[in-house]
């Protein structure tokens, strides 16, 4: 299983940016795909997930602005982030479960700052 988060970057208060995370090695359109997230100092936080029949789950903190989509011939979940504050600021991961194992992707730096 391979995960590769990528998208992340340096964006002013109320801009936005779009991650995506590239998967392998499993097949994609039968697994749920979550979006995490860890703020320097702090413990990782849920953002978001999807399920295979595109049904999605947000943390409080995030409805309404952030919003996460999958396209699963190119086997990529999407995290779109408007209205970015800065304590978004933090490295973000996608996550799922094959095989009663967790895999994690390398996650992508977002910073939120004027």
């Known amino acids: 299983v391979q995960l590769q988060a990528f998208g992340g970057g340096l964006v002013q208060p109320g801009g936005s940016l779009r991650l995506s995370c590239a998967a392998a090695g499993f097949n994609f359109r039968l697994n749920t795909m979550n979006w995490y997230r860890q703020a320097p100092g702090k413990q990782r936080e849920f953002v978001a997930d999807i399920t295979s029949a595109h049904s999605t789950n947000y943390a409080d903190s995030v409805k309404g602005r952030f919003t996460i989509s999958r396209d699963n011939i190119k086997r990529t979940v999407f995290l779109q982030m408007n209205n970015l504050k800065p304590e978004d600021t933090a490295v973000y991961y996608c996550?799922?479960?094959?095989?009663?194992?967790?895999?994690w992707g390398r996650g992508t730096q977002v910073t939120v700052s004027s």
């Open positions: 996550k799922t479960m094959y095989r009663d194992r967790h895999y």
